[in-house]
């Protein structure tokens, strides 16, 4: 079944991994595997639930992820025997007990031994829940399937504290809280000290690349609120730079709305001469751009950035990711895995 979304083209690759592109401007397609049961009527269900989050401008990157998780979900659902629409309780307690198991004693072919931890963490577990969670309330709401079996409405808690809302006395507001839900610890980042940032920012053999770094450590921004920079969003006076939410041409996203963020003094000297000793003439809105490659003066894209943090690796030996910045503005130490695919220079 092939799901059709937006202006890029993507699968999903039958055997799992990641996504493949299928094209350039075509169309945004995911294929969502049913296990081969065409009578269950998986594939309208999905098709139609995908449509919606795509229309309501959901992330696609979350829209991605909804992708896999109903295949994972319908490929259960085949080999179960089992049909999307007359899901139980204790169903969804197998589903969670399939996801723990590898790939290949889900097929019944390999007995799995008992061991402390599966296939899925507790925290992916979670997120899938999650996803058919939110297909089933979609389909209630249009009057199909057995309605949100894996959710229950309970009682708030109560404001603690003298203060009191206006309407206290008709008591706290209902919550939806899962029935079905993994016990999931919370891991503490490990992040990267000022030498070893130092040392990353001094492998960088361009001032593109230096300056990307320097303003996702120094501005605490996210890779797509930086891809999505623009020339007219940077005052050197004020030294703010401005992310805006709006639609790219590289697929960068700003989640956080809009903001000015201030930046120091050496990020606008970083920034100027940037445009002085490698931008030049170049006509274009954007401020990181591919220089070097067959298309110069077009937006990078998140690959590009996955291809230089793959390359300051091995010339550093320093093993980091850049979902950086939370808090502490420094890059975690975790591990950042690249998609699949060969290293390009831009």
């Not at 990157?61 to 319908?74: E, G, L, P, S």
């Not at 797509?224 to 805006?244: C, F, N, P, T, Y």
Request: aromatic fraction near 8%; proline fraction near 6%; include cysteine.
């Amino acid at each position: 079944m092939i799901l059709r979304h937006g202006p890029v083209t993507f699968g999903v690759r039958d055997g799992g991994g990641g996504p493949c592109p299928a094209g350039g401007d075509a169309v945004w397609r995911r294929r969502v595997v049913d296990g081969g049961r065409r009578g269950l009527g998986a594939g309208r269900a999905a098709e139609s639930f995908l449509s919606h989050l795509h229309a309501t401008e959901r992330s696609p990157n979350t829209v991605k992820a909804y992708a896999h998780d109903r295949r994972d979900f319908f490929e259960f659902l085949g080999q179960a025997g089992l049909c999307w629409e007359s899901l139980t309780l204790e169903d969804a307690g197998r589903f969670v007990a399939w996801l723990r198991l590898p790939p290949p004693a889900r097929l019944d072919k390999v007995t799995a031994l008992p061991g402390p931890a599966g296939h899925c963490s507790a925290v992916t577990v979670n997120r899938k829940l999650s996803a058919v969670s939110a297909f089933y309330q979609f389909h209630h709401r249009h009057g199909h399937g057995p309605g949100d079996v894996l959710t229950e409405w309970r009682p708030g808690r109560l404001r603690s504290g003298s203060w009191q809302p206006l309407l206290a006395h008709l008591g706290p507001r209902a919550e939806r809280a899962p029935l079905v839900r993994l016990r999931a610890g919370r891991a503490i980042p490990v992040t990267l000290d000022e030498g070893q940032i130092t040392a990353v920012l001094d492998a960088c053999e361009h001032l593109r690349d230096r300056l990307l770094l320097t303003l996702m450590a120094e501005a605490r921004l996210r890779i797509g609120e930086v891809l999505g920079v623009r020339h007219e969003g940077i005052d050197a006076a004020a030294r703010l730079v401005s992310v805006v939410q709006r639609a790219n041409g590289n697929g960068a996203r700003a989640k956080s709305g809009h903001r000015q963020v201030p930046v120091p003094a050496r990020v606008i000297r970083l920034y100027s001469d940037y445009l002085h000793a490698e931008y030049g003439d170049l006509d274009c809105d954007y401020v990181f751009v591919s220089l070097w490659s067959g298309q110069p003066s077009r937006p990078l894209a998140y690959r590009t950035f996955y291809d230089l943090v793959t390359r300051l690796r091995e010339r550093t030996g320093i093993e980091f990711g850049l979902h950086a910045a939370d808090r502490c503005g420094r890059w975690c130490a975790s591990a950042c895995r690249p998609p699949r695919g060969r290293t390009r220079t831009a």
